[in-house]
């Protein structure tokens, strides 16, 4: 059982920057994918970013080159990054861990709200 707790959301002007955190419970940490997602007003939930056991990062074309995703973990956490924030990246974002080889998701954190003006 993984436990997943965000933080660092708030609210911040368009060009701005935010980091979240995703501190995670368990000692197996450092074997699971970690991933971001969020879920934009009146929207689906939509993968932004995900970091693998190997430090391997990809991302959603909309945040390339403006998030970066990380894990330390020797504190149990994963990182992402958000610079040149827009608008549209306002949402609540959660993230999520997976054993490498999974399909999907099975732990999920209770999401953090980002809210970015214009």
């Known amino acids: 059982q993984v436990q997943l707790v965000e933080s660092g959301g708030g609210l911040v002007q368009a060009g701005g920057s935010l980091r979240l955190s995703c501190a995670a419970s368990?000692?197996?940490?450092?074997?699971?994918?970690m991933g971001w997602f969020r879920r934009p007003p009146g929207k689906q939930r939509e993968w932004v970013a995900s970091i693998s056991s190997g430090d391997v990062a990809y991302y959603a074309d909309s945040v390339k080159g403006r998030f970066t995703i990380s894990r330390d973990n020797a504190k149990n956490t994963v990182y992402l990054q958000m610079n040149s924030l827009k608008p549209e990246d306002t949402a609540v974002y959660h993230c999520?861990?997976?054993?490498?080889?999974?399909?999907?998701?099975?732990?999920w954190g209770q999401g953090t709200q980002v809210t970015v003006s214009s």
């Open positions: 368990g000692r197996t940490f450092s074997s699971y994918v």
């Open positions: 999520a861990a997976r054993w490498t080889g999974a399909v999907s998701y099975d732990y």
